[in-house]
Nanobody
Framework: QPQVEESGGGLVQAGGSLRLSCTSS??????LGWFRQAPGKEREGIAC????????VYADSVKGRFTISTDNDKRALYLQMDSLKPEDTAIYYC?????????????????WGQGTQVTVPS
């Protein structure tokens, strides 16, 4: 049974940092991606790692502040978030498309975690 699970969310002041983790099980050699959904907004693709471990960052708003990395067996995907802003407040989701390659859009992903809340007060 393919599964992904997020952890590491919380409340942090503007300018602070958080590290989110996504762990996967039940599948190998598939892509993993990070999305986020702010209140009243659609789910937004942040980044994706394909089966080879190549990472693509989609969201221009996080470039230069967020760093995405993986581990040796590519079953985890980490999101290091620095210089956090109030507009980063959202539920952050890890998704797996059960395909090897990445796409930016939500419908491509079939397996989701429960999400982890990140709150940056203004």
């Amino acid at each position: 049974q393919p599964q992904v699970e997020e952890s590491g969310g919380g409340l942090v002041q503007a300018g602070g940092s958080l590290r989110l983790s996504c762990t996967s099980s039940g599948f190998d050699d598939y892509a993993l991606g990070w999305f986020r959904q702010a209140p009243g907004k659609e789910r937004e693709g942040i980044a994706c790692m394909n089966w080879r471990g190549d990472i693509t960052v989609y969201a221009d708003s996080v470039k230069g502040r967020f760093t995405i990395s993986t581990d040796n067996d590519k079953r985890a995907l980490y999101l290091q978030m620095d210089s956090l802003k109030p507009e980063d407040t959202a539920i952050y989701y890890c998704g797996a498309p059960l395909h090897r390659n990445c796409r930016e859009y939500e419908a491509y992903f079939s397996t989701w975690g429960q999400g982890t809340q990140v709150t940056v007060p203004s």
